[in-house]
C-alpha cells in the first residue's frame, strides 16, 4: 500500500455514507464551457515526493499519484471500482492463468517522442526485480517466473551482518519478447489475479531514456506515457505538469495546466481552497469535519467518496495470550462500531462488517460475523476461554489522528468485558511499524490497508495467509492457506472469488484480526472547476476536470 | 578590538564541534530504524534497506558515522537524503525564506516594540501604558498558532485582504502578517524592556542635565536617552533573531513558506542525521555570530565599553 506522508493528520479520515461505488462526481454534472478548458490551468495540493519519481520504487502518496498520471498502464481501474479494463493492453490471454500472451496497442508514444514497445515493458520489470537495485515495490514481481533469481533474501534478516548475496540472474526468466507489440509472461504459479495486477504503478513501462541515465537523474525528470507529462519539480515548492497533446489512449486532458503545490499543512491548503487560490484538495483537514463544517464551508463544491481502504486493530497470535480464537472473537463482538463511526467520525466512516473492503471486486458485503455487536455472547465467549489475564494495551502512534477511535475502542471492551483495557500512544510510526516488524507487540495494536489492486486477493493473501507480506501478527491456519492458493491458482478470476469467500468463512471463524470501520475520503473543490470526478482510490481523475 | 574578535571567533570553533556531535548523537539515538515507517505497512524490501543501509553506512558505529560526515562537511560536502536530495540544495532554498520571514518578524517587532516602548517610558501610568501593558500582556498569552490561525481565517478567507499563504516569490508584503505572527510575543518583550529601560533612565542625571541645558525633548529621547536605554533593547533583539529562525515552524507551517522549520522536522520524523544536522549547524552559526555582533554594538552605543 502507498502511505500518506503529510506531517499533520497521516491518515485519511474518511466518509462513507452510501457504501456503493467509488467515484463520485460532483454536483454540477452538465460538464464545462469548451473553449474555457482548452487553455484551462488548475491548482491542486500535494505533498512532497520522498523519492525521485520511478514507478516501481514509490510507495507513498505524494509521489504516486503524480506517477499515477503521468503514466499509463497496461490496464487501468474504473473509477466506480469494477473490474480493470485494458487501457494499453490490446488483449491479456491466458488459457491457463499461468502464461500470459501480452499484446500492447501500436504506436503509442512516451513523452520524449519514443514509442512504448513490449521491450519498455520487459525492461522496466526486469530493472525493478533485479535485487540490487533496490526498488521499493520489488515484491510485485514475484508472481514470475525466475524472481528468486533475480531477487536474494538477506539470509539473516535486515539487522544481521550478511548482505543478501548477489542474484544468478539479471533477468527475468519468465519474461519473453516476442515482437515489438507483443511479449510473454510466465509465471511461477498460476495466479488469475495477474492481469489485474498490471494497473499498479509497478508495472509500468520505462523509456530507453531510464536507462541511459541513474533512476534519480531520470526521476526529477521522469518520462511517462500517461495523458499528463511533468513539466518542471521544484522541491518543497511545486510540480507543474502540462497536457501531453500525442496522448492517444482512451481520454484525452479537457484541461491544459496543472500546478501541484506542495504544502505541509492541510489547514493551509484548506484556507487556500476556500479563499479560492486553490482548485482541488483531496482530504479536507481533520479540524473541518466536526460539526460538517466542511459541508457549509463548500457547498455543493464539497465531495464525499468512499475509498477502498479499511481500520483494523491486530492481535499479536505470536503471543500466548492471544492464541484462543473464542477470546479473540470475545473482544471483537464486545466493540460497538456503529457507536465509534457515529459518535467519534460524525458518521464520516461506516462501520466494518466485512472481511475485504466492500468496493472490492470478489467482496463479499456483511461476511464478517465477528463484526456484530454483542456483548451478551462475548462475554459466554470470554468465560469459555477461561478469561483474559492482566492488562490488554491497544497501541497506535500517537503522530496521527488515531488517538480518540482507539480509546472508544479500549473502553467499550472495558466495559463488555471487564477486561482491563487501555489504548497505548507510541510516539511515531517509525518506532510503532518498528516493534510490529520485529514481533515485539504485547497486545493488540492498530493496522490498516489499503488496497494496491482492486481484488478480494489483495485483501487475502497479504493479511491472513502464512508468511504474507503484512500478516504481521503471525497468524496461520494451513486451511486458509490451502484454500488461499487454490484460490489464486484459479483459471478464472469467478473462480478464484468462490475459493476465497470459503478461505473467508474460516478467517471469520478464526478472528486473526479486528476490523473496525470502512474509510472515506472528504475532498473539495474551486467554483472554477465545473466537472471532475476521483479515480477508485480517491485521487483525482485528472482527465475529467472541466472549467 | 582585534584581539577580541579573534578570541570570540576562536572560541567558535569548540562549540560548533560540541554542537555538531551533540545534535548527531540525539538524532541517532532517536528510537526506531529509520526504514521501519519508510514504506508503509508493508515494511521495505529487504534488498532496499540494505542498499540503503550500504550506502548510508547506517551500520557503522556513530563516532565512525560522525566522523566521516564531518569530513564530508569540511570538504563542502553536506550529504543527501534518503530520497537522493543533495542537502546543500535544501539549505541553500530554505534558509534564505526563514531567514527573510525572520528578518520581517524582527523589524516589525524592532518598530512596535521600540514604538510602544518608548511611549510608554515616557508617560508612565497613564491611559497609554495601561493599555500597552494590557495588550502586551495578551499577546505573550496567545500562543504562536492561535494568533496565526485567527489572522489568516479574518484576514485571508474571511475579507479577502491577503492570500491565505505565502506564494513562493515571498514577496514582502506577503510576509508582513506571518512576520507579525511570528515576532508578536517577541515585540510584546521588547516594548516592556524598552519602557522599563526608558522609565530608568528618564531619571538619570546625564538626561536631568540635558534637560536643564534647554535641548529640544526630541534631542534629549531620541539622542541621549534612547541611545543609552538601546543595550537590553538589542541584546534581546540580537538573540532573537536566531530563535525567530529556529522557531518559525509553526509560522512556516501555517502560512505555506517553505523554510527550514519543516525540513527539520521531516529529516528528525525520517531519522536522517545528516539532514538535521546541516540545517543546525548553519543555525549554530547564526546564532554565534549574532551573539558576536550584539557584543561589538554594545561597544558603539556606549563609548565606555571598550574591548581588549
Keep these: 500500500m502507498r502511505v500518506s506522508k503529510r506531517a499533520s493528520g497521516a491518515l485519511a479520515v474518511g466518509a462513507a455514507l452510501a457504501l456503493v461505488a467509488s467515484g463520485c462526481s460532483s454536483g454540477n454534472d452538465d460538464g464545462g464551457d469548451a473553449s474555457a478548458s482548452k487553455d484551462g490551468a488548475i491548482v491542486i495540493d500535494g505533498t512532497q515526493p520522498e523519492n525521485p519519481l520511478v514507478p516501481a520504487n514509490t510507495t507513498e502518496t505524494g509521489g504516486g499519484k503524480i506517477i499515477d498520471w503521468v503514466w499509463s498502464g497496461l490496464v487501468e481501474y474504473p473509477n466506480n471500482g469494477g473490474a480493470p479494463q485494458n487501457l494499453l493492453a490490446e488483449s491479456i490471454e491466458t488459457s491457463d492463468s499461468k502464461v500470459f500472451k501480452i499484446k500492447i496497442k501500436q504506436n503509442t508514444k512516451f513523452h520524449d517522442g519514443t514509442t512504448v514497445k513490449a521491450e519498455s515493458f520487459v525492461k522496466a520489470w526486469n530493472w ?110 511545486e510540480l507543474k505538469l502540462t497536457r501531453f497533446d500525442d496522448y492517444s489512449l482512451r481520454d484525452k486532458m479537457k484541461i491544459k495546466d496543472v500546478t501541484v503545490k506542495i504544502y505541509q499543512d492541510d489547514t493551509a491548503a484548506y484556507n487556500d481552497l476556500l479563499a479560492g487560490n486553490l482548485d482541488f484538495q483531496q482530504q479536507v483537514p481533520v479540524s473541518s469535519l466536526a460539526g460538517d463544517k466542511w459541508k457549509t464551508d463548500l457547498g455543493e463544491r464539497a465531495i464525499q467518496t468512499t475509498i477502498p481502504s479499511s481500520g483494523i486493530i491486530a492481535f499479536p497470535i505470536y503471543d500466548k495470550r492471544f492464541q484462543n480464537k473464542d477470546l479473540r472473537r470475545a473482544i471483537s463482538l464486545s466493540i460497538n462500531r456503529q457507536e465509534v463511526t457515529d459518535k467519534i467520525f460524525f458518521g464520516n466512516r461506516k462501520p466494518a462488517d466485512s472481511w475485504a473492503n466492500p468496493l472490492t471486486p470478489g467482496a463479499e458485503p456483511g461476511n464478517c460475523t465477528a463484526c456484530k455487536f454483542d456483548p451478551t455472547e462475548a462475554k459466554r465467549l470470554l468465560q469459555q476461554a477461561g478469561g483474559f489475564q492482566g492488562k490488554l494495551t491497544l497501541s497506535y502512534n500517537a503522530d496521527a489522528s488515531h488517538k ?20 497505548v500512544g507510541v510516539p511515531t510510526f517509525a518506532v510503532f511499524r518498528a516493534n510490529i516488524n520485529s514481533y515485539k507487540m504485547t497486545g493488540m495494536y492498530r493496522a490498516g490497508w489499503q488496497q494496491d489492486y482492486p481484488d478480494v486477493e489483495n485483501w487475502i493473501n497479504p493479511l491472513y495467509v502464512t508468511g504474507g507480506s503484512s500478516n504481521d501478527g503471525k497468524y496461520s491456519n494451513p486451511q486458509v492457506d490451502a484454500l488461499a492458493k487454490e484460490a489464486s491458482a484459479a483459471p478464472s478470476l469467478e473462480e478464484a472469488h468462490k475459493k476465497f469467500a470459503e478461505a473467508v468463512k474460516l478467517i471469520d471463524q478464526d478472528v486473526p484480526t479486528v476490523p473496525i470501520y470502512f474509510s472515506g475520503e472528504q475532498s473539495g473543490h474551486s467554483e472554477k472547476i465545473k466537472k471532475i470526478e476521483l479515480t477508485n482510490v480517491g485521487e483525482l481523475d485528472i482527465t475529467s476536470v472541466e472549467l | 578590538m582585534g584581539r577580541y574578535l579573534v578570541r570570540r571567533l576562536l572560541q567558535l570553533v569548540p562549540v560548533f564541534i560540541g554542537t555538531t556531535f551533540l545534535i548527531y548523537w540525539l538524532v541517532w539515538s532517536v528510537p526506531g530504524d529509520p526504514f521501519a515507517g519508510k514504506c508503509g505497512d508493508r515494511g521495505c524490501p529487504p534488498n532496499y534497506r540494505a542498499m540503503m543501509t550500504e550506502k548510508y553506512h547506517l551500520d557503522d558505529s556513530i563516532w565512525v558515522q560522525y566522523a566521516s560526515y564531518m569530513k564530508n562537511l569540511f570538504q563542502g560536502d553536506f550529504g543527501i537524503t534518503f530520497g537522493g536530495r543533495e542537502i546543500s540544495d535544501i539549505i541553500a532554498t530554505s534558509y534564505p525564506n526563514t531567514l527573510k520571514l525572520a528578518v520581517v518578524a524582527l523589524a516589525i517587532e524592532a518598530i512596535i516594540g521600540l514604538g510602544a516602548g518608548v511611549l510608554t517610558g515616557l508617560r508612565r501610568n497613564g491611559f497609554l501604558d495601561n493599555l500597552v501593558l494590557v495588550s502586551s500582556l495578551f499577546l505573550i498569552a496567545l500562543p504562536v498558532f492561535v494568533i496565526g490561525f485567527v489572522l489568516q481565517w479574518f484576514l485571508g478567507v474571511k475579507w479577502g485582504i491577503i492570500t491565505p499563504t505565502v506564494s513562493n516569490e515571498m514577496r514582502f508584503s506577503e510576509l508582513i502578517v506571518p512576520g507579525f505572527v511570528l515576532g508578536s510575543a517577541s515585540s510584546a518583550y521588547i516594548a516592556r524592556v524598552a519602557r522599563t529601560s526608558i522609565a530608568e533612565n528618564r531619571r538619570a542625571d546625564y538626561v536631568r542635565t540635558a534637560i536643564a541645558k534647554g535641548l529640544p525633548m526630541r534631542r534629549v529621547v531620541g539622542v541621549h536617552l534612547l541611545r543609552n536605554s538601546l543595550i537590553p533593547v538589542v541584546t534581546l533583539l540580537g538573540t532573537d533573531l536566531g530563535a525567530l529562525m ?31 544536522v546541516g540545517i543546525v549547524v548553519v543555525l549554530v552559526l547564526v546564532y554565534l555570530i549574532m551573539n558576536l555582533l550584539v557584543d561589538l554594538l554594545y561597544a558603539a552605543l556606549d563609548p565606555r565599553i571598550r574591548y581588549e
Excluded: C, H
Excluded at chain 1, 515482437?179 to 495477474?194: G, Y
Excluded at chain 1, 472508544?408 to 489504548?423: E, F, M, Y
Excluded at chain 2, 527550514?260 to 542525521?273: F, P
Design chain 1, 128 to 237: 525493478a526485480a533485479y535485487g540490487p537495485n533496490g526498488a521499493q515495490n520489488a515484491s510485485f514481481f514475484s508472481d514470475i517466473q525466475g524472481f528468486a533469481d533475480t531477487y536474494t533474501e538477506d539470509p539473516d534478516g535486515p539487522d544481521g551482518p550478511k548482505k543478501p548475496e548477489e542474484p544468478k540472474a539479471k533477468e527475468l526468466s519468465g519474461l519473453k519478447v516476442i515482437d515489438d507489440w507483443n511479449f510473454e509472461v510466465t509465471l511461477s504459479a498460476p495466479t488469475a489475479v495477474f492481469p489485474t495486477k498490471l494497473g499498479y504503478s509497478a508495472f509500468m513501462p520505462l523509456p530507453d531514456a531510464f536507462f541511459a541515465t541513474t533512476p534519480a537523474e531520470f526521476g526529477k525528470k521522469p518520462i511517462g506515457n500517461g495523458p499528463v507529462k511533468l513539466v518542471s519539480w521544484q522541491d518543497d515548492v
Design chain 2, 246 to 276: 529556529g522557531g518559525a515552524i509553526i509560522t512556516e507551517g501555517i502560512f505555506g513558506i517553505n523554510g527550514i522549520g519543516r525540513q527539520v522536522l521531516r529529516a528528525i520524523v525520517t531519522k536522517e542525521s545528516a539532514t538535521v
Design chain 1, 404 to 423: 480518540e477511535w482507539m480509546e472508544a475502542v479500549a473502553q467499550q471492551i472495558k466495559t463488555n468485558l471487564n477486561i482491563d483495557a487501555v489504548a
